[in-house]
């Protein structure tokens, strides 16, 4: 599986420069089948297909904004630490990483330790 690296992102000329003005980010990786997101009002809403019935949608806090470079990758950032790490935090709650099979949100650079399934007989 290859390493997601940030540096070789290509923006537009509006989040080059939100990207310069945020000190913070928080990277988030969606893992399975079907799972995507997408955003809408120049960052300001969050919209997350998990699998439910219906969409999770997120408004995003003033100080933070959101970016999806990729249908699996969610980039939050912002001037203040704290709220970035919070949103995030509570985007990841929708649907935390599995143990046996590694689907769900999880950080970039988080590693999942995966159980041994039940063994047949």
Request: proline letters at 5%.
């Amino acid at each position: 599986m290859s390493e997601f690296n940030p540096s070789f992102i290509v923006l537009s000329e509006s989040s080059e420069k939100l990207l310069m003005e945020a000190k913070f980010f928080r990277f988030l990786k969606i893992v399975g089948v079907g799972f995507k997101a997408r955003t809408e009002a120049e960052g300001r809403q969050l919209f997350l297909k998990l699998g439910y019935s219906h969409e999770v949608e997120f408004s995003v806090p003033p100080a933070v904004r959101v970016f999806c470079f990729k249908p699996n990758i969610i980039c939050c950032t912002g001037i203040d630490k704290e709220r970035v790490h919070q949103f995030a935090g509570a985007v990841r709650i929708c649907k935390p990483p599995e143990v046996y099979k590694g689907k769900g949100i999880m950080y970039i650079d988080e590693v999942v330790k995966k159980k041994q399934g039940k063994k047949s007989k």
